[in-house]
């Protein structure tokens, strides 16, 4: 072998290293699973400081897509009002999707409901997790 041949093999073992590390991160779901779950720890932390403008000014541009910011904090702001904040945050299911989103649920207990919250992620091109949707079922308390 001479020396451009042996450039080019060097090279290629590079490549293929690298393709293989980038799709073994991009489709290992308890990695994407685990960065989620710190995204939405963060979520709900901003949840519960009323810091609702920061939650959809860091959300995926695909979340602002349902409306405005100012919509989405005046919703929040009443619902919060009306129900007071969130205690006992309990994961309780996740589920990694073959669309490399991840979703996240949990058992939210306030004032007057008992409340599954389903956060969605996706990560950024950057490779920051993004919050890409929010779905609440809520239960009266009894």
């Given amino acids: 072998m001479n020396y451009g041949q042996l450039k080019v ?3 290629l073992i590079i490549l ?4 293989i590390s980038c799709k073994s991160a ?5 990695a994407g699973i ?4 710190s995204a939405a720890i963060h979520v709900l932390s901003q949840f519960e400081a009323g810091e609702f403008s920061q939650i959809y000014k860091e959300a995926a541009p695909v ?7 100012a919509k ?3 919703q929040f702001q009443q619902t919060l009002k009306q129900t007071g904040t969130f205690k006992n945050q309990k994961e309780s299911s996740h589920e990694a999707r073959p669309d ?12 007057r409901f008992i409340t599954d919250m389903h956060l969605t ?9 993004e919050l890409a949707g929010i779905h609440e079922h809520d239960e009266p308390k009894n």
């Fill in 9 to 11: 093999f060097f090279l």
């Fill in 16 to 19: 293929s290293v690298t393709f």
């Fill in 26 to 30: 991009k489709s290992n779901p308890d």
């Fill in 34 to 37: 685990a960065d989620a779950r």
């Fill in 63 to 69: 979340f602002k897509q349902t409306g405005p910011e």
């Fill in 72 to 74: 989405f904090v005046a």
């Fill in 100 to 111: 490399d989103t991840y979703v996240l649920i949990y058992r939210l207990v306030n004032e």
């Fill in 121 to 129: 992620f996706i990560r950024s091109k950057s490779g920051k997790m």
